[in-house]
Each structure stands twice: as structure tokens, then as C-alpha cells.
């Protein structure tokens, strides 16, 4: 029977599946059932910046509407738990505790003393690594691009340099190249890369004239360009690669794992397929291997990166410009116009 295990920033862990960020792990029933259906490591709910200081604000603002009552009335006043991160930083450590399999923080902040003082609290708590989620969205006309990135790159510098755990950077590709914005992140050591996060994308309800909110889940076939870019990074940089968004099933782990990402992150596939998912992945995954007679995936990672690759143009454009020429009777063949 082949052997699925694989080493993630230096983690041990039983298969290279494993549960992304999400409300999911909030709970110690689904981080239980996650485990019982043979997940490999588990990335708890980002903490986010935005939501500490809204929390911190809201009580100033409770706090404040008792000035005028008497000096003793302190049960008036809001449980401290709920100022700032502390719950978070609690429910995170009864999650760990309570865990069989590693467990990976996930970290989004604003400015750099909040970086570091987050990921240092985040370490107390005994996770097993900290991913930090470099989600940006400019807003700023004057602010360049290579600001933007510079600001970033201090940050990891700054969170690698503070933290003794491993630490795993997920980015987004919007960039002007990501692979040298990817390059000059891994020239920091850092352990791990995630590829990629997806951005809020606003949405309009044209009868109501308003904005709305969506909770968008990803779909099959969205890994395409996690794909490409694992295929391109495997063998150039240090850091272990965990490709998401779009996976679904074990097929689509196994492609991933081919262009030579080192494990592969689900979430919607739970949302929709329930946790019993993740044991048909595993199977799947099992079965391909034994069938192609592979003992471990390392015999196979990376098979199909640009590295390994017998066809040099597959990553490049000149393979795509091929696609588009030669496309259209298959397009028209699979739907009938």
C-alpha cells in the first residue's frame, strides 16, 4: 500500500490534505470529525486585524456609556474576553489541545507592531506554525506596486525574525511578476508558501441598488492557476509549496501534486460535500498511486513541473497561443452552437 505521507515546513504529516482557513475549525466537534475522516493538518480561522480593533472599539464604546454610575457597578461592564484577540487566542489553544493532527494559525494584519505582537501571541498558544495571510487590496492611487511589496516583504522579514515556530506565506498572484515577489519572499526563509488566497470580490443587487456581500465558494476548476504556478516555483525556491483554492477531489490533488506542491488545502469542498470528502480524496489518491505502482509522493511530485518537464513551452506562452489556434473544433465539438 503506497505511503502518503509528506513533511510540510518541517511538519510531519500522515497525507498532504489539508483543511484551510475557515469558520470549519472553530469548532471541536468539526475539528474532531475533520480528524476522523483522515485530514493531514488543520489551519484554523484567520485572525484578522480589523475584527480585533472592532472589538476593542466596541467595548471602549460600552465602557464609556456607564461614566456616570457609581465606582463599584464594574459587573456593568463587558466580559474582557471579548476585548481584542484573547477569545480567539483561547479557543485557538482548547483547539490545539484537543488535537491529533497539526495545527496552522492564519494570520491577516494591518500595520507591522501588529504583525509581530499577533504572531507572537498566536505562538503562546502552541500552534504548530503560523500562516500569514498577505491579503491587500490597493485603494491608494499614489502608492506604487513596489511600495506595496516592499511593505510586505518587512513584514515577513519582521514575523520570521520574531517567531521560533514555521512560518507559511499566503499571498495572492496580483502582482506585476509574481515569481520574483515569490523569489525575494522565499530569500527570507520562510517554510512554507500558499497559493493562493482569494480576494473580496463586492458584488450589487441591481433591484435593491445596494451592495451585497456574498459568501463565494470556490468552484471546480478554479486551481488552474495554483496549478500553473507550482509547476513553475517546484525546484526554484526553497520553501514547501500548498496550493488551494479549487480543490475538490482527489484528482484535483493529484494534479497538484504532479506540477509538485508539497500538500493541497480544501474548503469548499467540505462546505459542500461534507467531511466525508476528505476520506474520498485520500482513497483516490491511494488508489492512483497503487495503481501507477508509486510506494510514496515523492515518486512523484513534481513530475509535471516546468523543471521535469519534457516539453519546455507548456508553462510558457507560446504553448497557449498553440491552445487558441487549434481550439475552436474542439470547442465546438464538446457544445453545439
Known amino acids: 500500500m503506497a505511503d502518503l505521507s509528506t513533511t510540510y515546513m518541517g511538519l510531519k504529516l500522515k497525507n498532504p490534505v489539508i483543511a484551510g482557513s475557515s469558520n470549519l475549525a472553530l469548532h471541536i466537534d468539526n475539528v474532531k470529525a475533520m480528524e476522523d475522516a483522515g485530514i493531514g493538518a488543520i489551519v484554523y480561522k484567520s485572525l484578522f486585524e480589523e475584527q480585533i480593533n472592532l472589538e476593542s472599539a466596541q467595548m471602549d464604546d460600552d465602557m464609556h456609556l456607564y461614566d456616570d454610575r457609581h465606582a463599584e457597578m464594574v459587573r456593568l461592564f463587558p466580559n474582557i474576553e471579548h476585548a481584542g484577540p484573547k477569545e480567539y487566542l483561547v479557543q485557538l489553544k482548547k483547539i490545539k489541545r484537543s488535537s491529533s493532527v497539526p495545527i496552522i494559525a492564519s494570520l491577516n494584519a494591518i500595520y507591522i507592531e501588529s504583525w509581530i505582537e499577533y504572531a507572537k501571541l498566536i505562538e503562546e498558544t502552541g500552534v504548530d506554525a503560523l500562516e500569514i495571510n498577505l491579503y491587500t487590496i490597493p485603494k491608494n492611487f499614489e502608492l506604487k506596486g513596489s511600495e506595496y511589496e516592499h511593505n510586505q516583504l518587512e513584514v515577513v ?181
Open 157 to 337: 522579514k519582521a514575523i520570521k525574525k520574531a517567531l521560533k515556530i514555521p512560518v507559511a506565506v499566503k499571498l495572492s498572484n496580483a502582482y506585476s511578476n509574481p515569481l520574483n515577489f515569490i523569489s525575494e519572499i522565499d530569500k527570507l526563509n520562510i517554510d512554507g508558501l500558499v497559493l493562493f488566497n482569494r480576494f473580496f470580490e463586492p458584488e450589487i443587487d441591481i433591484d435593491s441598488e445596494k451592495h451585497i456581500f456574498p459568501f463565494n465558494l470556490s468552484n471546480k476548476g478554479d486551481y488552474r492557476n495554483s496549478l500553473r504556478y507550482a509547476g513553475l516555483l517546484y525546484g526554484n525556491i526553497k520553501a514547501d509549496i500548498s496550493s488551494a483554492s479549487g480543490i475538490f477531489d482527489g484528482d484535483d490533488a493529484i494534479k497538484m501534486l504532479l506540477a509538485g506542491a508539497t500538500t493541497v488545502q480544501v474548503v469548499s469542498t467540505l462546505y459542500k460535500n461534507k467531511f466525508g470528502q476528505i476520506t474520498k480524496i485520500l482513497n483516490d489518491i491511494q488508489s492512483w498511486m497503487d495503481k501507477k505502482e508509486y510506494t510514496s509522493i515523492n515518486d512523484f511530485r513534481g513530475k509535471l513541473s516546468r523543471k521535469n518537464t519534457n516539453d519546455p513551452y507548456v508553462y510558457k506562452r507560446s504553448q497557449y497561443v498553440d491552445i487558441l489556434l487549434n481550439s475552436s473544433d474542439q470547442i465546438l465539438r464538446k457544445y453545439q452552437v
